[in-house]
């Protein structure tokens, strides 16, 4: 239904931030507020149907579909019988259900898989960019990571391809750089395809407040933007900054670092992800929960997987079946 664990990998991964609160005393245009009045819906599983829910678990749009995802630019992805659409929060059909493959609207736009091509639709579900790659994936700062005869490359909201389909990996532009590999080794370019930071690495993950994890010889440290080593190589295992914390690995074992290489959170989880909203998944003893940046317990090692929090909302699994939950574990699905 959607991917499991919250990930940074170099040609996956999607967040997009909402507007969180809004200040009185500015005059917003109606536009805004009418956003800002919505409801928030929450996909919801009845048995083995998905329908969405309020914040109180009351269904407002029916569980119908054979799957669901969140809502993203006024659309959510449903799926029926193995194809994929997109309705709106009246639970109108907007986008029928007529893809193999698809991802959430971003940027207006969403890639969408056909006979076993891709491409992009606007929210009308008409052809933006033609049905030509071998996959593609959401728009992120109006840039959007495409793959031709098995290379990676970039293209703009156009169509037009702003970095070369030459990289066998490539990431998402952050802090003005992407991650990239060729001939087996990684590095970084800027947005018009330059070299910034040699490919002089064995790997490397997108660059995240100004620090991105690295290796070489098996161990892993933080460069910073200019390229210079920061953080030492000397994890076994290293994902990238977010909230002020980046999980690491040592000793078989993983635990928090802060910026400036010091451990925050011990290292005692057999698997760490990132922090989002306050909260990151740990695994112990293959069941996973989340922690707060104190290290405290907020959620319990209950879950077989679980994603990071989106809109105070996280993706998680449990003996085969799927669902979300909120902060306080209250659980957006029945059985």
């Known amino acids: ?51 969405f829910a309020d914040r109180s678990r009351t269904i407002v749009l029916d569980c119908i579909w054979d799957q669901a995802d969140r809502f993203s630019e006024g659309l959510a992805l449903v799926g029926r019988n193995g194809k994929l659409g997109f309705i709106s929060k009246t639970s109108q059909l907007l986008i029928p259900p007529t893809f193999c493959n698809a991802y959430a609207f971003s940027s207006g736009l969403a890639s969408v898989n056909q006979h076993g091509k891709w491409g992009y639709i606007d929210t009308t579900g008409q052809v933006a960019i033609p049905f030509r790659y071998d996959d593609a994936l959401p728009f992120d700062h109006g840039v959007a990571r495409v793959k031709e005869n098995g290379k990676w490359g970039c293209i703009d909201q156009t169509g037009r391809l702003i970095i070369p389909a030459v990289y066998t990996k490539i990431g998402t532009l952050s802090d003005g750089l992407v991650a990239v590999r060729q001939k087996r080794k990684e590095g970084f370019i800027n947005e018009t395809g330059q ?37 030492p190589l000397q994890y076994e295992a290293a994902w990238i900054f977010s909230e002020g914390l980046a999980p690491v690995g040592c000793s078989g074992k993983h635990g928090y ?67 979300f939950i909120d902060r306080n574990n209250v659980q957006y699905w029945e059985d």
């Not at 991964?13 to 929450?42: R, V, Y």
């Open 1 to 51: 239904m959607v991917p499991k664990h919250p990930t940074t990998d170099l040609t996956e991964g999607l967040n997009t931030p909402t507007l969180a609160h809004a200040a009185s005393q500015f005059e917003l245009p109606q536009k805004l507020l009418t956003k800002l009045q919505e409801p928030l819906l929450i996909p919801y599983r009845r048995k083995d149907k998905w329908g």
């Open 195 to 231: 070299v910034v930071i040699p490919l002089i690495y064995d790997f490397v993950w997108n660059f995240s407040e100004g620090l991105a994890p690295v290796m070489k010889d098996g161990k892993y440290g933080y460069i910073d933007l200019s390229g210079q080593v920061v953080i």
């Open 257 to 323: 670092i802060d910026q400036t290489g010091q451990i925050r959170i011990a290292h005692m989880y057999d698997f760490a992800w990132e922090f989002s909203e306050g909260l990151a998944p740990v695994e112990q003893d293959e069941q996973e929960g989340y922690i707060d940046q104190t290290g405290k317990v907020i959620i319990p090692f209950h879950y077989d997987a679980v994603e990071g929090f989106l809109n105070g909302y996280a993706f998680v699994e449990k003996d085969g079946k799927e669902g």
